[in-house]
């Protein structure tokens, strides 16, 4: 077991004491950690001090409140300077732990904590330690529900007196304030010997927690007149000083529950700019501003050779080139580490917008062989290419990014994705049942065509059709894009007739893709790997999608987000439509379609398309899997 920070008894040995808890933190929770931080100085520092310590970076108003209470003793005093000093330290090792102490904890775990989840969670538990004490009196309850609100009472207070500056995003006020649940569990585990009990009429009655009572020093009249408000109300009463304090303006169009019911809210062209731009995921390059390229943008050759390493497709081999040149200008010669990928030599070596093409040249340069079938590249080559990439990514984690001058966000996103690329190497080396190969293949034809099939009812659009234009219009909404900006977009008619198109070439295509499937000669020997429909299936799917969906115009147009929501939609609600047919089908053709159909070919294309694509190059750079935007040479 770690040592608990309560074992931090002298400042004299806080520091060294402090460091070793923090490096074994992750062997238990965040919540654990802090809990025993704060049950040994809860106490010591009031509860305004101790929110402006937390979010100092982002106050408008940087100067600490002094404690209210009673006069600060001499004793008082020491205590609450080295409180202070004590999450001072844990703070700074949690924001910053490259630097922390001349780089103490740089091979630490503390990399993978959220900055913002340790203040929210650090706030929620020290109102929670000290607004309620346990008492002996059974006759004294407390609704449970009412330790909720007076922590969201308090927390819209401290943003009312100490209002946080624009720089901390409006998001990040939102979510400063943990959920219902969430208390529910660390009120639990900060006051584990809580009684509860329903108390009420049958049908009414709420829980309550038995013997306890408030602590008076954090309830005034005020509150308590609040306390009798339920959740929806209260976050109405508090709804329009927020707002006030952080400028609605920006916002006010969700705000406003008539604005989501306008009918033209896909098309209308106000307030999209902005909100567009604030959407764009921290750890990505991809953005609606990206788009497919109008060429074949295959990271490999899609003609399959048994034992013969695929190759880069001709973009991808451009592409790298291309990258290279720029790299040696600049004194980073590749050609050596291109030349040994090419030569299947996969061993672990030592590895402003040029890190960007050395990213660009790895990544690919490995993804021929991260979606090769064991078939064309062996797995024991695979795994030892697994191994080395991991091993490559680990370095760039503990070695390089606590290195001050290197661009952390764009080193994980890069990370990210070789930890991504694992993991299609490695479901492209799992395998299923190849005996019912044939069978598999009949039902999952079948669950596509039996939703191609028009009715009365839905006039000429399938069912297939529509899940593809509900996503799509899901997609649109999502990220606020305007589907004027389609190039048939004109009007509400062109809008719908673009959103039916986009359907259609999705279900052409997806009938296409099973017309193929048909004519594949499948081997009949257990340890064929033709008999890999799985992969075959991606592997047809990926092709095509390079070939040909990318190609048509009602895809070229749409933002690479847009396509990977889409894509991502598709499949959540294929899978509800297979699950449904399985109660017809034997238990083994159930077992065995459902491996191949969701476990190996959802799962690799998801992965593939969906997450990969939302971490490939931006613009300027290149684009990988998804696309490309020209490099700027």
């Known amino acids: ?104 904890l740089r091979n630490s775990l503390l990399y993978n904590v959220n900055f913002h989840e340790v203040q929210r969670n650090f706030l929620a538990m020290k109102i929670l330690f000290g607004c309620i004490k346990q008492v002996d009196e059974s006759s004294k309850i407390l609704p449970r529900v009412s330790i909720y609100k007076l ?96 400028e609605p303006a920006v916002r006010s169009g969700s705000a406003n529950p008539e604005a989501t019911n306008k009918p033209d809210r896909i098309s209308s062209p106000t307030k999209r700019t902005s909100l567009v731009s604030s959407k764009k995921p921290l750890y990505s390059f991809v953005d609606l ?57 996969y061993s672990d070596d030592d590895h402003s917008k040029l890190y960007l093409h050395l990213y ?20 024991v080559s695979k795994a030892q290419l697994r191994t080395s990439v991991k091993e490559f990514a680990v370095k760039l984690e503990n070695e390089v990014a606590p290195n001050s001058s290197i661009d ?46 028009t009715s009365d009812d839905t006039g000429d659009i399938s069912p297939f059709q529509e899940i593809f234009i509900k996503g799509c219009m899901s997609a649109l909404n999502a990220y606020k894009y305007n589907v004027s900006d389609l190039r048939d977009g004109n009007g509400q008619e062109g809008n719908l007739r673009t959103l039916i198109n986009i359907g259609k070439s999705f279900q052409d295509v997806s ?25 075959q299936v991606f592997h047809l799917s990926a092709k095509f999608f390079h070939e040909v969906t990318l190609a048509l115009p009602e895809f070229s147009q749409l933002p690479i987000p847009i396509i990977t929501f889409i894509i991502l939609y598709y499949t959540n609600e294929m899978q509800q439509v297979s699950f449904a047919k399985f109660a017809r089908r034997g238990p083994d053709l159930s077992k065995e379609t459902f491996k191949c159909w969701w476990v190996r070919f959802v799962n690799v294309a998801r992965v593939y398309v969906c997450d990969l694509g939302s971490g490939c190059l931006e613009s300027g750079v290149g684009l990988i899997f998804s696309g490309v935007v020209e490099i700027e040479l």
């Open 408 to 453: 952390k966000t764009s080193l994980t996103i890069f990370t990210r994705i070789l930890r991504k690329m694992i993991h299609i190497s490695e479901l492209t080396s799992s395998s299923v049942k190849s005996s019912p190969t044939e069978s598999v293949l009949k039902e999952m034809d079948h669950d596509i065509k039996s939703l191609t099939t």
């Open 1 to 104: 077991m770690p040592p608990k920070p309560t074992a931090l008894k002298t400042h004299k040995r806080r520091l060294p004491d402090l460091c070793r808890c923090l490096k074994m933190f992750m062997q238990v929770t965040l919540q654990g950690f802090l809990l025993g931080v704060l049950q040994e100085c809860h106490d010591h520092m009031p509860l305004d001090e101790f929110y402006c310590m937390l979010y100092s970076d982002y106050l408008k108003d940087r100067r600490t409140p002094n404690g209210a209470g009673p006069k600060n003793t001499e004793h008082l005093s020491r205590e609450r300077l080295k409180a202070t000093k004590l999450y001072s330290l844990i703070l700074e090792s949690f924001k910053k732990p490259e630097t922390f102490q001349n780089g103490l």
């Open 151 to 246: 922590y969201y009472i308090l927390c819209q207070r401290l943003l009312k007196n100490h209002p946080l500056s624009t720089s901390f995003s409006f998001d990040a006020r939102e979510n400063l304030v943990l959920g219902q649940s969430k208390i529910g569990i660390l009120t639990k585990m900060i006051h584990p010997g809580l009684v509860y009990k329903r108390l009420g009429k049958r049908g009414m009655s709420i829980t309550h927690y038995i013997g306890v009572t408030w602590n008076e020093s954090m309830i005034d009249e005020e509150i308590t007149g609040l306390l009798n408000l339920d959740i929806p109300k209260l976050r109405e009463h508090f709804k329009t000083p927020a707002q006030d304090a952080h």
């Open 511 to 535: 009938l296409f893709i099973t017309h193929t499937l048909q004519e594949i000669p499948l081997g009949h020997q257990e340890c064929d790997d033709s008999n890999d429909l799985p992969f």
């Open 360 to 379: 660009l040249v790895v990544l690919l340069l490995l993804l021929p062989l991260i979606v090769a079938s064991d078939e064309e590249f062996a797995s």
């Open 289 to 345: 501003s990206c788009k497919y390229p109008d060429e074949d943008c295959s990271p490999r050759l899609w003609r399959v050779t048994p034992s013969s390493v695929p190759k880069q497709s001709g973009w991808a081999k451009e592409l790298t080139q291309k990258s290279v040149r720029v790299l040696k200008e600049h004194g980073v010669d590749l050609n050596p580490v291109v030349a040994k990928v090419n030569a299947g030599n």
